[in-house]
């Protein structure tokens, strides 16, 4: 069956690197995601790796897959306080089916 | 600027009248469009996928007779929470395929039911 799972939370310094682990279970997933969630908005895709590659790098995220554990990292560099929300880890097998989301990671910043 | 609108972004109703939320593409004509929901705290779930000029097709467990969907053009797709219960209190987000790498999502409508 299709599941995503994702640790429910995680806090960190400020400034320091963010990671965010992700599980999932369909091994025809093609499309891995993470979406970015603040309070009382909507989602924001941050970034998406494909299947077939290993790693991803935007500016001050870095994605990391594994496939043969199908699992999938986000790490966050230099933490700041507008990182904090909720990040969501998702998968789909095309670009135009439904998209299976986590439960979402709560990431907060301390000083 | 943002290609896929929700109207509205928020409502809140009694029990048991029916509310109608609207998914539109502002600049694409899109073929299918998803239909989302987040309960608080929880993660979202697929509802239904909606497909222009058919019958949506919705996932086990929701039904399809209180929530319906219309998809009648390229650019409109409404879901209508009927005979809406403090229970469908959620977040409502619609997304579409553009046939791009990526779906676009709306910007959600946040639903409350007194």
């Known amino acids: 069956g299709e599941d995503v799972e994702q640790s429910l939370f995680l806090s960190v310094r400020e400034g320091d690197s963010s990671v965010i682990n992700c599980t999932y279970t369909?091994?025809?997933?093609?499309?891995l995601y993470w979406y970015k969630q603040e309070p009382g908005a909507g989602l924001q895709l941050l970034t998406y790796?494909?299947?077939?590659?290993d790693m991803k790098q935007d500016q001050r995220l870095t994605v990391l897959l594994n496939k043969k554990d199908k699992h999938l990292s986000l790490r966050i560099a230099d933490t700041q306080t507008g990182d904090s929300a909720i990040y969501f880890c998702?998968?789909?097998?095309?670009?135009?089916?439904?998209?299976?989301f986590g439960s979402g990671t709560r990431l907060s910043i301390r000083p | 600027g943002a290609v896929v609108s929700q109207h509205p972004s928020w409502v809140i109703c009694k029990s048991g009248t029916s509310v109608k939320i609207e998914c539109r593409s502002l600049d694409f004509q899109a073929t299918t469009m998803f239909w989302y929901r987040q309960f608080p705290k929880q993660s979202l779930m697929l509802m239904a996928t909606?497909?222009?000029?058919?019958?949506?097709?919705?996932e086990q467990g929701v039904e399809k007779d209180k929530f319906l969907i219309n998809h009648a053009s390229l650019t409109l797709s409404t879901l209508t929470v009927t005979s809406a219960h403090p229970e469908d209190s959620s977040f409502y987000i619609c997304s579409q395929d553009r046939g791009e790498e990526t779906q676009y999502f709306g910007p959600g409508t946040r639903l409350l039911v007194l």
């Open positions: 998702a998968e789909s097998i095309t670009s135009a089916s439904k998209i299976i």
């Open positions: 369909d091994s025809s997933s093609t499309y």
């Open positions: 790796i494909f299947s077939n590659m």
């Open positions: 909606s497909n222009e000029g058919s019958k949506a097709t919705y």
